[in-house]
Each structure stands twice: as C-alpha cells, then as structure tokens.
C-alpha cells in the first residue's frame, strides 16, 4: 500500500499524559499536513511542513502540540499534558508542493489518529 | 469568522435531483480551491479542484467567482452514492461540511 498511513489509529490516554502520533506520507510527496477533526466539523489545520521545514503553524495550537518532520519524510506530532478537549480525529495528508502558479496540491489523507482523553 | 464558510445543510434529496453546494472564503490571496469528499468514518478524499473558469466532471459542476470570493459545487441527477459529507477548500482551509443524502 503506497498511501499515508498513521499509527496508532487509535489512542487512549488519560488526562495529563503526552501522546504521540507518526505519519508515513506517500514518498515523492514533499509537503505534510496535519489536521485536527471533531464530530461534525471539517479538517481543523495544524501545522504543515515542506520537506522538512515547518511552514505554517495555526494560531489555534497551543504550545502543548509539536510537530516534527526530521528528514523531510515521516512526521510525529507530539501532544503534551492531554486535556479532555483534545479528544478529537488527528488527520495527516500529504501532497506534491504547487506547481504551475497554483500554491496547493491535491491532499491525500491517511486514515486518522483517534485520540480520546479521559 | 471561519476562513471557509459553508452552508450547513444537511440536505435530503430524492434520486435524480440536482442539488448545489455554496461556499465563501475569506483570504483574498488564496490560489487553490478545491471539493472533498468524506464519507461517514473515512477520510476525506478529492471530488474535484476548482478553477476560475469553471470545470465539470461527469455529473459534478464547479464554479469559482474570485471577486465573491464564492465557490460552488453543482450535482446533477443525484445517485445513492453521491451521498456523504462535502468538504469546500480554499487553500489549506476546509470548511465544516454540508452533508447530504440521497433518496431511493
């Protein structure tokens, strides 16, 4: 399977603790993407990386959550000190960088992280 | 104010209807616009990008007005299938989804 793949798919962890979610993304595509998802919402964005230089990172994220991306392949997001409000679907996708005067690519998404926070 | 705003919905539609789809978005700047598709469970996948002149695949319309900064999706003849959550993009920015049914 060449898609993006994520591990765990599932997390249980009690409030307090820190977490950590891996993202394999498909291998020529040099940008990375993580979101956030909560029943009925759309894709939250995160943070992103192009290879492995962090791009942009929401307002939204706390200092809690890191993200790296160390040799501009796969890429780890780091949670720290869990709060109940956590508790969401972590989304990573990946892409090609813009081509032909378009910015963005096509995103595919690997199938989630669902992190829940007692 | 969400970078991407989209109609709430849901929409409930017989077979064969013609359903379509509003979003607005907020940054001027962005360049890439775009439609997924989320199924119930799943992640979300590409039903079309946009351009500014407008596209269609098969059944499935998209149409962009920079100066509105307005995207829409038009559906026609409705399948089954068709039904899921559509997810509007401006850049990296999704929208929260309408979510729409189809009948028999």
């Known amino acids: 399977d060449t898609g993006v793949s994520q591990d765990p798919r599932h997390k249980i962890t009690k409030r307090g603790q820190n977490v950590t979610f891996r993202c394999d993304p498909i291998s020529e595509h040099n940008r990375l993407y993580w979101y956030r998802q909560t029943l009925g919402q759309g894709p939250e964005f995160l943070t992103y990386?192009?290879?492995?230089?962090?791009?942009?990172k929401s307002r939204l994220l706390s200092d809690r959550f890191s993200a790296e991306r160390p040799k501009g392949s796969f890429s780890t997001l780091e949670i720290q000190r869990t709060e109940q409000g956590d508790s969401a679907m972590y989304l990573c996708a990946s892409s090609l960088g813009g081509t032909s005067g378009r910015i963005y690519n096509e995103q595919f998404f690997g199938p989630g992280t669902r992190l829940t926070v007692l | 104010r969400k970078e991407v705003e989209q109609d709430p919905g849901p929409f409930n539609v017989p077979e064969g209807a013609t359903v379509a789809f509003n979003c607005t978005y907020s940054n001027s700047a962005s360049q890439s616009f775009f439609w997924y598709r989320q199924d119930c469970r799943k992640e979300p996948k590409l039903l079309m990008s946009v351009y500014s002149s407008g596209n269609e695949d098969g059944r499935f319309t998209a149409q962009l007005n920079r100066a509105s900064q307005y995207i829409s999706l038009l559906i026609r003849d409705s399948k089954l299938s068709d039904s899921a959550t559509y997810l509007c993009v401006s850049g990296m920015r999704f929208g929260a989804g309408t979510r729409l049914t189809v009948k028999p």
């Open positions: 990386f192009q290879n492995e230089a962090q791009l942009e």
